[in-house]
């Protein structure tokens, strides 16, 4: 039977990124084992890659703070790229709620260590975006050291960099067992064969719960799809842009390529295992940004090239990460209800810390325990997008 110090059960930029932390921490012996034919063909592949430290939670700010300057020193680290652009997030607030809303966050940001941060007012955003219908907009907030990276390029950087130093990866096989006994985890089926291990860590994304039930863990993770839809090639709003977020609604947007691609969250969406597009949602995406940027009513799109993919849900869109209380060896990366390529270095670090050391300095970890919710300790994270 093969053996293995740590199983992990995905592939995407959050098992990836867990494979790195481990590897360079002197864990030599460890397996990561993707079902599909490549990696990156759940929620990793489709995801906006959208990466900021403008959230309402300290634990939320705590592992931005970490993450986008690891994203900043990828290429410097790893020897390999992920293309983080630092082109800020400009949340643009159209009531007094919503400035009180990004005022209280941005204290919090503040006292959290983040730096370069800063409320505008409606006048300063007209200034910088003069393509913005901005008669609503009362002011914002902006942050310059968000951005974006491609998530499909840090998850193989990730996964490329642990596989140079001793990782393995099995692509085309699935789990179909979890064993354990009175002291915890003993071995992971497969479809290549057993293997034996006492430390298993669920990333398995959206499928995340399925994985759980194997072990016999109910995770309260379900999937929700998010659309999005790239433009053509587009030239009548500036490039540097950064990732646009209308309050009023909800619609954002960022360039891309030589266009833009457009998201926003519908809120007749349904948890499911959706994921084919939905042809009508162009049309109710383009409502949204002709009114927000006049010139948008001209966007070219094609149809045929937008997409949908996963999130992975939470109560309380905040991740569940550590071990899986009653079931020692079974930890759980799970949840990031959209968060999770913004927030995969920080996860790497907290695993890696508590499956070698029992502990994590990066934050405090009982915040995101599974246990939260049968304790009643869910903590919101209201600036989900």
């Given at each position: 039977m093969k053996t293995a110090e740590v199983v992990l059960i995905g592939g995407g930029i959050v098992g990836s990124s867990i494979a790195y932390?481990?590897?360079?921490?002197?864990?030599?012996d460890?397996?990561?084992?993707?079902?599909?034919?490549?990696?990156?063909k759940g929620s990793t592949g489709k995801s906006m890659g959208g990466v900021r430290a403008q959230f309402s939670t300290p634990v939320s700010i705590q592992m931005s703070l970490y993450s986008i300057p690891f994203y900043a020193s990828f290429e410097e680290r790893l020897g390999f790229p992920c293309d983080y652009r630092a082109q800020g997030y400009l949340f643009c607030a159209t009531s007094q709620q919503q400035m009180a809303y990004l005022r209280t966050n941005y204290e919090q940001q503040v006292k959290m260590g983040l730096q370069n941060v800063r409320l505008i007012s409606g006048d300063e955003i007209s200034s910088m975006f003069p393509q913005l219908r901005a008669d609503d907009i009362v002011g914002g907030s902006f942050c310059s050291t968000d951005g974006f990276v491609d998530p499909y390029s840090a998850m193989n950087g990730f996964m490329a960099w642990a596989a140079d130093h001793g990782a393995t990866l099995w692509k085309n096989t699935s789990v179909t067992g979890i064993t354990r006994d009175v002291s915890g985890i003993t071995s992971v089926e497969t479809t290549r064969g057993a293997v034996a291990t006492r430390r298993v860590v669920n990333c398995a994304g959206a499928w995340a719960a399925a994985v759980a039930k194997l072990a016999g863990v109910y995770l309260p993770v379900e999937p929700l799809r998010r659309m999005l839809v790239p433009s053509e090639p587009f030239d009548e709003f500036p490039h540097t842009a950064p990732m646009i977020i209308d309050m009023s609604n909800g619609f954002h947007f960022r360039p891309e390529a030589r266009g833009f691609l457009l998201a926003w969250n519908d809120p007749e969406e349904t948890p499911g295992f959706k994921m084919d597009f939905d042809a009508a949602f162009v049309e109710k995406i383009l409502t949204r940004a002709a009114d927000r940027v006049p010139c948008f009513a001209n966007l070219p799109v094609n149809h045929k090239r937008a997409w949908a993919g996963l999130y992975e849900m939470t109560p309380d869109h905040h991740p569940i990460l550590g071990g899986a209380p009653g079931v020692p060896g079974f930890f759980l990366a799970n949840g990031f209800s959209g968060h999770g390529v913004m927030h995969a270095p920080a996860t790497g670090k907290i695993l890696n810390?508590?499956?070698?050391?029992?502990?994590?300095d990066l934050i405090d970890a009982s915040l995101l325990s599974l246990s939260r919710f049968a304790e009643g300790r869910l903590i919101h994270e209201t600036a989900v997008l």
């Open positions: 932390h481990l590897t360079a921490n002197g864990c030599r460890v397996l990561v084992i993707e079902r599909e034919s490549a990696q990156g810390d508590l499956i070698l050391n029992g502990t994590t």
